[in-house]
Structures are given as structure tokens and as C-alpha cells.
T-cell receptor
Framework: NAGVTQTPKFQVLKTGQSMTLQCAQDMNHEYMSWYRQDPGMGLRLIHYSVGAGITDQGEVPNGYNVSRSTTEDFPLRLLSAAPSQTSVYFCASSYGGTGGYGYTFGSGTRLTVV | AQSVTQLGSHVSVSEGALVLLRCNYSSSVPPYLFWYVQYPNQGLQLLLK??????LVKGINGFEAEFKKSETSFHLTKPSAHMSDAAEYFCAVRSSGATNKLIFGTGTLLAVQP
């Protein structure tokens, strides 16, 4: 049982380049989310999905795009990288419903935009 | 909108001393509350969660938290700190509504002095 798998672990981009951060889970979780972590700001929600084909914006969605074509995968696309997007990105997944389930996190992608 | 506030971005304790990390929440509906721990260069690990079953919640590694509705608090405690407890701790609130978004506080970095 791999849990939540994120690739790559590290990435350096030049300003203006685009890339996709991959996230896959094998727990049949309905809910998936992307967060960015910056010093002193905690984890901020970028985009989230409540099921295949359904996505919505979090608190910091600008410059990012997502899609959810399958239950397992939730890629995050950076359309035109900017230095302000230098951060650590975490993908997380959870069961839905009213059970108060916790989210399971991936190990993160450390992105530097130069 | 739901939110959490963590008082104290840095907390330092001596080994063997009480650990108290503060979290206050804001929620218009009954909340689910979580504490996560992040060790250096790692992802987030669930310490414990409150889902309305019991107000005193016990988690891993000897941590516990008490839900106090009158104070809108969910403080994390451990009777005796260990060097291995040094990490960053995040409080989070999850909506019991349809979106189930998980919203984090800004984190508290715990240092344990020998």
C-alpha cells in the first residue's frame, strides 16, 4: 500500500516554464487536495477535488491548474512558473462524507523557480 | 468560513517538561479538528483528531488534546517532552459540510532543549 505518491521530489524551473506535479493515491479516496507550504504561513490550499471530474479552487489558486480524470490521480500544473511559486508542494487525500477522516499526505515536491 | 489560529510560532521546552501548543478555531458548524506533526524535510503525519466522540483525544507518541467548545480551543499537550518531539506542529480544521476542506494554522515549531 503506497499511500500518496508525489513526483518529482525536487525540481528547478526557469521563470516562464511550465510543468506538472504528479500525485497518485491507491486508497480509493474521494477527496484530494494540493497545498503549498511556505515559512511562517503554514499550508495553504491551492485546489481540491471531491471526486473524479470535480475540482474547485482553494485560497491560492492563481497560476495553477488541476484536473481529476480518475479517482487515483490529481496532477497540478504550473502554467508559467514565477519565483513566487518557489515552495514545497504537498498532495493529500481522504475519504469523503461525515466521518471526520484525516487526510493522508505525500512526501512533498520541493520546487525552486529561478 | 472556518479557520484556526496557533498562538506562538516558536515554543521551546526542556527535555522532561510539559509541552503545551495552543490552537483556537473558528467554525459556524461542528468542526472536525486535527493535529499534524512534520519532522524536518518530511511530509505531515496525523497525531490525533477530534470528531465529537470524546472531548479528550489521545494520539500517538504520548500526545493528547482537549476540545473545549466554550473556549473554541483544541490545545495539544504532552506531559514530558522528549528530544525526538522536536518538529513543527500544525492544527487544522475540517468542515463537516459538503466540501470537507482541511484548513491549517500557521504552525508551531517546537524545540526541545537537553
Amino acid at each position: 500500500n503506497a499511500g500518496v505518491t508525489q513526483t518529482p521530489k525536487f525540481q528547478v524551473l526557469k521563470t516562464g516554464q511550465s510543468m506538472t506535479l504528479q500525485c497518485a493515491q491507491d486508497m480509493n479516496h474521494e477527496y484530494m487536495s494540493w497545498y503549498r507550504q511556505d515559512p511562517g504561513m503554514g499550508l495553504r490550499l491551492i485546489h481540491y477535488s471531491v471526486g473524479a471530474g470535480i475540482t474547485d479552487q482553494g485560497e491560492v489558486p492563481n497560476g495553477y491548474n488541476v484536473s481529476r480524470s480518475t479517482t487515483e490521480d490529481f496532477p497540478l500544473r504550473l502554467l508559467s512558473a514565477a519565483p513566487s511559486q518557489t515552495s514545497v508542494y504537498f498532495c493529500a487525500s481522504s475519504y469523503g462524507g461525515t466521518g471526520g477522516y484525516g487526510y493522508t499526505f505525500g512526501s512533498g515536491t520541493r520546487l525552486t523557480v529561478v | 468560513a472556518q479557520s484556526v489560529t496557533q498562538l506562538g510560532s516558536h515554543v521551546s521546552v526542556s527535555e522532561g517538561a510539559l509541552v503545551l501548543l495552543r490552537c483556537n478555531y473558528s467554525s459556524s458548524v461542528p468542526p472536525y479538528l486535527f493535529w499534524y506533526v512534520q519532522y524536518p524535510n518530511q511530509g505531515l503525519q496525523l497525531l490525533l483528531k477530534y470528531t465529537s466522540a470524546a472531548t479528550l483525544v489521545k494520539g500517538i507518541n504520548g500526545f493528547e488534546a482537549e476540545f473545549k467548545k466554550s473556549e473554541t480551543s483544541f490545545h495539544l499537550t504532552k506531559p514530558s517532552a522528549h528530544m525526538s518531539d522536536a518538529a513543527e506542529y500544525f492544527c487544522a480544521v475540517r468542515s463537516s459540510g459538503a466540501t470537507n476542506k482541511l484548513i491549517f494554522g500557521t504552525g508551531t515549531l517546537l524545540a526541545v532543549q537537553p
